[in-house]
């Protein structure tokens, strides 16, 4: 699951996300970062399902951090993807695919939203948004 | 490529290049509605079940496809006459410079033309796939006024439609097969094959194997000047050779022309290659008639039989002299793995197989409609030609005309007060770091012991940097002075092959020693 973090001035400039480590053990990965003295932002993927992923979200809220699930990680714009490949061997996390009919898969669940498919793509059909 | 076994049985060459059927036989079959048409997939099946002997009994044009992406694109176009009239001297459509060293209201729109506002995200390859959509173009213009053309400035929109002409003439289409890249360093490097990751990250190539024209007519027995082509979803035809043409090497070219305004943007994209620049993808399509049983034999060439190497991108070198780092098939690289030094490494394309297979299923449904009927080239493509690099016959200052090898070096283990003294002393910046080995270990600079000094680091080996950027003496100061911009740094140290130190080059020696390229000593 990924997620957005956004922390308020209030709490930017405590250990909340080393604290949620340390109280459930699950290793959560920092995606992107944006932190200064008024706000925080951050994009992490949480490897947890189920009441894993529930309590460690109500860890957060409790915290004062606003949490919100990325439903749609990357789009990509069929009309203008050509189904070159150009995307698929850079993608770290083997993500992106060729269908059996050569069109361009998409497999969400592996995908860490850092952005290189983006850039990788000639026609500009893939948005994060 | 050839196949020497037909159904089975050895064929003479006589045999295998006697003509089975004429395009005149052909055309007149197309227009009965009675010619077997078929897409080069199916021709390679057909050969597997049946035998190239009976395909090539029963097949009258196996339709081949590509699409990917051709920098060497571009449009004639003509504006037509405003009043008063002009003789454009320089002219942009939406920002992107147009060629004009031609009459006064044509120009040439090159696919890699940069915006001159937007840069690498539009060029040349977009303001074409714009114009194909109907879309509004800016077009601005400036002369310096004559007698008969006195009007120096335009600025209007138009569309395609108000063009007298817009004629797609690409120099260089359609290669035959294309190297694959990979890259050997240690950092990313975003080139014209697309993002490259480091230590052989992954693989990527271009060109549709087994559906490319080119390979399924790689004598040259059809193809000419004349030949009907699909061209970006209308028509087209080869006009001869492309440029860098290297038939005997299995890299053939084309140079294709095409009425634009008939064309479609499915067919042609405009493209970004990240850092790299704008291009445009072409889908291109060509009929290969089924004249004797050779081309029947190459109609029917399968990936696997198509050899590609791949080249290490890593190395800033003419193309030709990038190592190869494995050679493979598209069978291979389509796979979407190959082994490179024990470990797989993800392969994937940067053309479109799946539109490749488009163009030639739309290229056969056109001749089963009896909608294109096919040509007979007034002279066949060459089959014969060298492709030469470019000599540099002026002397080009190396780094060898500018570093200095009275190079001063320290070791690890170094008291840091010490070195600092050193530097001052010496008045220098920068301080390769070697081991007993007199090898390369790091790099210190006068700002690192700056910083050591305000702490408490005693030892070198605590603050030096470990990733040296360095040089070798036979590069071109040019290559070396866009590394070390990139690399924010202001000195490398030249080593050899074996990674000792025999010298030092700093942007004082570039800037001090060179003027107007040329060096002063």
């Known amino acids: ?129 | 490529m050839q196949r020497e076994v037909f159904g089975g049985k050895y064929l003479s060459k006589k045999e295998k290049t006697e003509t089975i059927r004429s395009i005149e036989e052909i055309n007149e079959k197309i227009r009965c509605g009675d010619a077997v048409i078929i897409t080069a997939e199916e021709m390679i099946k057909l050969v597997e079940s049946s035998g190239v002997e009976i395909a090539a009994k029963e097949v009258d044009v196996v339709t081949s496809g590509t699409f990917g992406a051709m920098c060497s694109s571009g449009v004639f176009l003509n504006f037509g006459h405003a009043d008063p009239p002009i003789k454009m001297t320089h002219c942009w459509l939406n920002d992107v410079p147009v060629y004009k060293g031609v009459a006064a209201v044509d120009g040439y729109l090159g696919a890699t033309a940069l915006s001159e506002t937007l840069g690498f995200e539009y060029g040349g390859g977009h303001v074409i796939e714009d114009l194909v959509s109907g879309k509004e173009i800016e077009l601005r213009a400036e002369s310096y006024g004559t007698d008969c053309y006195p009007r120096r400035h335009i600025e209007t929109v138009i569309t395609i439609d108000d063009l007298n002409q817009a004629m797609l003439l690409n120099p260089r289409n359609c290669y035959q097969r294309y190297d694959a890249a990979t890259n050997s360093t240690d950092r990313v490097l975003y080139t014209y094959m697309g993002t490259l990751l480091p230590n052989y990250g992954n693989i990527t190539f271009s060109g549709a194997g087994q559906l490319n024209p080119l390979c399924k007519d790689p004598n040259y027995e059809t193809l000419g000047i004349g030949t009907r082509i699909f061209l970006g979803g209308g028509i087209g035809y080869i006009i001869g050779e492309g440029t860098q043409h290297s038939p005997s090497g299995g890299f053939g070219t084309l140079m294709v022309k095409g009425d634009l305004k008939q064309m479609s943007n499915r067919y042609l994209r405009g493209s970004t290659f990240y850092r790299y620049g704008v291009s445009l993808y072409v889908g291109i399509g060509i009929p290969i008639p089924i004249i004797n049983q050779r081309v029947a034999s190459t109609a029917a060439v399968k990936d696997e039989e198509i050899a590609v190497s791949i080249k290490d991108y890593g190395v800033p070198s003419r193309p030709d002299l990038r190592l190869v780092v494995k050679e493979v098939s598209y069978s291979d690289l389509r796979s979407g793995k190959v082994e490179i030094k024990g470990k797989d490494v993800p392969s994937s394309s940067l053309s479109s197989y799946k539109m490749a297979v488009e163009v030639s299923e739309v290229l056969k449904k056109w001749i089963n409609e009896g909608r294109f009927f096919l040509t007979s080239p007034v002279e066949l493509l060459p089959r014969q030609r060298v492709f030469k690099p470019l000599e540099i016959k002026r002397k080009e200052p190396r780094v060898s005309d500018v570093m200095r090898t009275d190079v001063i070096t320290a070791n690890p283990d170094d008291d840091v007060k010490e070195v600092a003294k050193k530097l001052v002393e010496k008045g220098i910046d920068h301080l390769p770091v070697v081991d007993e080995a007199k090898k390369l270990i790091g790099i210190v600079t006068s700002w690192d012991l700056a910083r050591a000094l305000a702490g408490d680091k005693r030892r070198l080996a605590e603050i030096m940097t470990k990733r040296v950027i360095t040089v070798l003496q036979n590069e071109s100061i040019d290559v070396v002075a866009r590394r070390m911009a990139k690399h924010n740094i202001s000195g490398v140290p030249v080593v050899d092959e074996v990674n000792h130190v025999i010298g030092i080059v700093t942007t004082d020696d570039i800037s001090k020693k060179l003027v107007g390229g040329r060096t002063t000593i």
């Open chain 1, 1 to 129: 699951m990924i997620v957005r973090l956004i922390y308020s001035p209030k709490v930017v400039e405590k250990p909340i996300l080393a604290e949620v480590i340390l109280k459930t053990g699950v290793p959560v990965n920092i995606l992107e970062a944006k932190v200064n003295a008024q706000k925080g932002e951050l994009v992490v993927s949480i490897p947890a399902k189920g009441k894993t992923l529930e309590k460690i979200l109500g860890f957060f809220k409790e915290a004062g951090v606003t949490a919100q699930k990325f439903t749609k990680i990357l789009q990509i714009d069929y009309d203008k993807c050509t189904s070159c490949g150009a995307c698929i061997s850079p993608c770290p996390t083997k993500a992106l695919r060729f269908e059996p009919d050569w069109t361009l898969g998409f497999d969400e669940e592996k995908c860490v939203a850092c952005r290189t498919c983006v850039t990788a793509c000639p026609v500009r059909a893939i948005t994060v948004p």
